[in-house]
């Protein structure tokens, strides 16, 4: 059975720095797409960042570009999400996603949720203003 457990998230006030981490189980993240998306009450599912752990490649959405970093940690079978400069609006659970291939299905793109396979239950992000 694959399961991807999220950790990391908590409370910080606004320009701090949390990191959080995606552990899979069942499931090998070698060269695959390992994602981080958030969902904010009442809004929808948007893409935060994505790697290919096969080279490292890194995707961001233009909201959090510069301020957060999506990492592998080969050994833990992990990727990471560094998020700095935290602002009021990153406020969100997050969720880590993972694909059953080596492609996004249907070829992407990988902001949409469709794209993914496996998700995990997501770990509560809060910045206070």
């Known amino acids: 059975q694959v399961r991807l457990v999220e950790s990391g998230g908590g409370s910080v006030q606004a320009g701090g720095s949390l990191k959080l981490s995606c552990v899979g189980s069942?499931?090998?993240?070698?060269?695959?797409?390992v994602g981080w998306f958030r969902q904010a009450p009442g809004q929808q599912r948007e893409g935060v960042a994505a790697?290919?752990?096969?080279?490292?490649?890194?995707l961001y959405s233009a909201s959090v570009e510069g301020r957060f970093t999506i990492s592998v940690e080969n050994a833990q079978n992990a990727v990471s999400l560094h998020m700095d400069s935290l602002k009021h609006e990153d406020t969100a659970m997050y969720y880590c996603?993972?694909?059953?291939?080596?492609?996004?299905?249907?070829?992407?793109?990988?902001?949409?949720?469709?794209?993914?396979?496996?998700w995990g239950q997501g770990t509560q992000v809060t910045v206070d203003s």
């Open positions: 996603a993972a694909t059953d291939t080596q492609a996004l299905r249907g070829g992407g793109p990988w902001e949409r949720v469709g794209a993914w396979d496996y």
């Open positions: 069942g499931i090998s993240f070698y060269r695959r797409y």
């Open positions: 790697i290919f752990t096969g080279n490292s490649a890194a």
